[in-house]
């Protein structure tokens, strides 16, 4: 495990109570919380028994709580059986059939209006499509769509009919749509034809196209929705447009009742290695973290309209849009586009057009409407917004500060949410209504999840500010169940010290004297950009698939607005360039990652060298190659090197 990010420098000492306004109307006050602690405390399984029972329409009761017989593979609430689809739609339809489920809003302006009634009618009808196709529980089934309604429409019919659904986020490329389709071994995809964003029409389907020709031979069926109506082609014996696939289908579909540990999807996400990891998540234990955080962090209450704008092709888009705001019967925005269109104040227009409650984003959106200042969001009315939130990295205080003042208008408490794909949900947050929140912390563990700060050896680390490894001791509800098809990786990835006892989350952090977790950073070559994980292997191995690259290594860059930038050290087969400049090179390199990987991995900086700096035992030397990077002075030894002279090269000098 890598030391350098365990050193923390991050001292804040501001405190931000919530209102008493916030606090009367709140679902959980600080007393009521203290219960939740000790109830959870004295029975964690007990305690989550209570919730599963409380907040899930089960079919079947369940008979164990927690099955840990073959940790660290937990399997919860064992002889259960649910449906998902059910508990999000059809338990809301005896009461709220006409409240609105979704609004959705188009980059062009288009905007409509679904409630629980319709949302019900179009999942079912998509789901007796979906069993037409002859997909049923168990196969799995890709969506690579657009941010719109139908990507949340097709994640429900899949969950409806037992399907487990892997969500390709729509900036990814084909080569990378291709991996995931023959690593789930997807009998069917369903895309779209385009989708708008920045103004610019996406290629779903021609990326699709390009996807299915280099194999992915499970494939027998593309469904493809028309969102753009520009030109595609389609192939007679593969594809079918969506409306057709409707044709006839009843908008009735008995929901597929499935045990708590079925798969209710796969997400891919990346790691150390050079190829992502499908993490598998569970039904029931998912279903009742995504129910629990929404009531306890996001404090959703039933006039609440709340947005999320987190793509679907994140676990923020699964977990905070598709799923636990819908189990909570709630109404949502989905919003298509990129926050630029017309302009930088079109999230701000929506909070007030749509009158927005709730407002969870990522910190890089927040630095970047920052940066653009206060004039556009005050020509807003923004004062039915009541919480706000963040996730994906750490915030940092000044845009927190701005967050607080000028969208909050300092009567918003500020939930700062720590989790993961693998955590399912909510680890560590505020809950707003009962604690007072600090900018850049993410607070405390929620209730029933036991998060601590360990040393190298597992020993707790209680002396306030010392950084160490963010475990989990015990297993929670919403938990990774394992990598798809790769056991053996589940349990090297994420259990692989102290006995395979705590669960390693793969950041460092540290605690304040009042017991507040600060998150300081990813503990593996793992990078964060703009609050989007990417494996530094995943970006080198696509450096190094280039015909002219011999080596490559990658680390992050601190960066303003997406927090880390990618920066690339670059070996060629053939000579360096003169001078290491080579634009048309880097032109053609980042093009190549774009594509290898999808736009959000291309490298922000190449430079070349005609060597790596190494260890004796080959090893790069990452730390070296990140004070570079950063233009620091280098401190480390480095005259262990073979060849010294690539240090000006490495620092683009010569
Ligand atoms: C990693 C997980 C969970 C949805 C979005 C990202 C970092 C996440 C915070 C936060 C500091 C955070 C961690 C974590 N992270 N939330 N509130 N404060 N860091 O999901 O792609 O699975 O990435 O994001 O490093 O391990 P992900």
Redesign the pocket.
């Known amino acids: 495990m890598a030391q350098d990010n365990i050193q923390s420098t991050l001292h804040e000492e501001r405190q931000f109570p919530p209102s008493a306004d916030f606090v009367r109307s709140a679902n959980l006050a600080a007393t009521t919380l203290e219960h939740l602690y000790t109830d959870a405390a004295q029975d964690n399984q007990e305690f989550w028994a209570k919730q599963a029972r409380n907040e899930i329409d089960w079919q079947t009761d369940f008979t164990t709580t927690l099955d840990s017989s073959n940790a660290p593979f937990y399997s919860w609430f064992v002889g259960g059986k649910l449906n998902v689809s059910y508990n999000c739609i059809d338990r809301q339809l005896a009461e709220n059939a006409d409240k609105t489920a979704i609004i959705f809003e188009g980059e062009p302006g288009d905007v409509e209006h679904i409630s629980y009634r319709e949302l019900h009618r179009r999942v079912c009808v998509f789901a007796n499509a979906l069993k037409a196709q002859g997909i049923t529980k168990g196969d799995r089934v890709i969506i690579y769509m657009p941010m719109i309604a139908e990507a949340v429409i097709a994640m429900q019919a899949c969950a409806r009919i037992g399907a487990i659904h892997s969500v390709v986020f729509g900036g990814f490329s084909a080569s990378s749509l291709k991996d995931r389709i023959e690593d789930t071994q997807a009998k069917l995809v369903i895309t779209a034809d385009g989708g708008n964003r920045g103004g610019k029409i996406i290629e779903l389907k021609k990326t699709t196209d390009n996807a299915l020709e280099k194999g992915c031979d499970s494939v027998d069926t593309v469904i493809v929705f028309e969102r753009t109506g520009h030109a595609i082609s389609m192939q007679a014996d593969r594809d079918i447009w969506w409306s057709d696939a409707e044709q006839d289908q009843s908008t009735e579909c008995e929901p597929e009742w499935v045990e708590a540990s079925h798969p209710l999807f796969l997400l891919y996400?990346?790691g150390s290695t050079g190829k992502p990891k499908g993490i598998q998540h569970s039904t029931g234990g998912y279903l009742l973290n995504a129910i629990t955080t929404m009531r306890w962090v996001f404090d959703i209450q039933a006039t609440d309209t709340f947005w999320c704008t987190?793509d679907v092709g994140?676990?923020?888009g699964h977990t905070y849009v598709a799923y636990g705001p819908l189990a909570t019967g709630s109404t949502i925005v989905i919003y298509e586009g990129v926050p630029t269109v017309p302009d930088a104040g079109r999230f701000w227009d929506i909070c007030q057009r749509l009158g927005v409650t709730i407002f969870y984003t990522?910190p890089t959106a927040i630095r970047a409407l920052m940066k653009i200042g206060d004039e556009l969001p005050n020509q807003y009315d923004l004062s039915k917004l009541r919480l706000l939130g963040?996730?994906?990295?750490?915030?940092n205080p000044e845009a927190w500060m701005w967050y607080h003042n000028v969208i909050g208008k300092q009567k918003c408490p500020i939930v700062?949410?720590?989790?993961?794909?693998?955590?399912g949900a909510h680890m560590?947050?505020p809950i707003p209504g009962a604690m007072a929140t600090k900018p850049g912390s993410?607070t405390r563990a929620l209730p029933g999840i036991d998060a601590a700060i360990v040393n190298q050896e597992g020993e707790e680390i209680t002396q306030a500010n010392e950084g160490g490894y963010l475990v989990i001791r015990q297993p929670w509800p919403s938990m990774i169940q394992t990598v798809w098809g790769d056991d053996q990786r589940y349990k090297d990835t994420y259990w692989p010290y102290f006995d395979g006892k705590y669960y390693l989350?793969?950041?460092s952090a540290r605690r304040d004297e009042d017991g507040y977790f600060w998150?300081m950073?990813?503990i593996d070559d793992?990078l964060?950009v703009s609050?989007?994980?990417l494996g530094t292997m995943e970006i080198e191995s696509a450096l190094v698939a280039h015909p002219s690259v011999a080596e490559a290594a990658v680390v992050g860059k601190p960066h303003d607005i997406k927090g880390e930038s990618i920066f690339s050290y670059v070996v060629l087969k053939g000579d360096r360039p003169e001078g290491g400049i080579d634009d048309e090179l880097t032109q053609e390199l980042r093009a190549w990652v774009g594509e290898q990987i999808g736009a959000i991995a291309k490298p922000d900086e190449i430079r070349y060298a005609d060597n790596l700096p190494k260890t004796r035992s080959g090893k790069i030397m990452r730390r070296l190659l990140r004070t570079i990077a950063k233009g620091d002075e280098i401190t480390q030894d480095t005259s262990t090197l073979e060849n010294e002279s690539i240090i000006p090269q490495l620092q683009g000098k010569a």
């Open positions: 996400t990346s987190a994140w676990i923020t990522a963040t996730v994906g990295e750490p915030i700062d949410t720590w989790w993961q794909t693998e955590t560590i947050a993410c989350a793969g950041d998150i950073g990813r793992v964060n609050g989007h994980r």
